[in-house]
């Protein structure tokens, strides 16, 4: 898959915009910024203002060329199609952006800690409905999707397992969304449907699998 360097470039110079949020509001902002909450909406992790204002930004922007750049030279790149490429140039700072951008505005005290974790929940839940809409159109390659040494070996295994995987997702994230919203019991709710949501297709592919090469 050929890199679009044009569109690298802009996407990772705006992985850096919570960069200059921060700055903006430098004086206003606490010694140490949460960085990490819990699902009760505590935080219980904290970075320096220089970290979380520098480094956070700087790790995402690399992460997501890194991606971009793994993505493109692994074998069957050219199979990930239109909106897979999409997916790979925006996937990082769409999620990144938003969350760093809350967590400044968090620490000042403009928006609560409760609100914050919600909108991460919702980003999230998002995510997986997208992708689960997408998973079912995605044909084979070793750069996204579910890759098992079955899928990757067999066109109809792939294709099968991707898209009971999509409905799975889109109904876990349909659920991950519901249950932040209305703010229910999120551990017992979250950690079961993510679980099932990553569980659930390895199985499935192995079973479809074992019944494609039944033992002699």
């Not at 990772?12 to 700055?23: E, F, T």
Request: hydrophobic content about 50%; overall charge positive; charged content about 10%.
């Amino acid at each position: 898959m050929k890199i679009n360097k044009k569109l690298l470039a802009f996407t990772s110079i705006l992985c850096l915009l919570p960069i200059l949020v921060g700055l903006f509001y430098w004086k206003e902002l606490p010694a140490k910024i949460p960085t990490h909450f819990n699902l009760s909406g505590q935080a219980d992790g904290y970075s320096g203002k220089l970290e979380a204002i520098f480094f956070l930004p700087i790790l995402m922007m690399g992460v997501h060329i890194f991606s971009v750049i793994v993505t493109s030279i692994s074998p069957k790149s050219q199979n990930i199609g239109a909106k897979g490429k999409v997916l790979i140039y925006w996937l990082v700072p769409a999620i990144m952006i938003p969350i760093q951008i809350a967590t400044i505005f968090s620490a000042m005290k403009v928006i609560g800690s409760k609100q914050l974790t919600i909108g991460i929940g919702v980003v999230i839940a998002l995510l997986f409905i997208v992708l689960g809409n997408y998973l079912p159109k995605m044909k084979q390659n070793y750069a996204m999707g579910i890759k098992l040494p079955w899928t990757l070996d067999n066109e109809e295994n792939w294709s099968k397992t991707h898209r009971f995987a999509g409905k799975v997702w889109v109904i876990g994230g349909l659920m991950m969304l519901i249950d932040v919203l209305l703010q229910l019991a999120l551990p017992y709710v979250l950690i079961p449907t993510f679980s099932v949501m990553v569980i659930a297709p390895l199985i499935y592919s192995y079973l479809l699998y074992k019944k494609q090469n039944p033992t002699p």
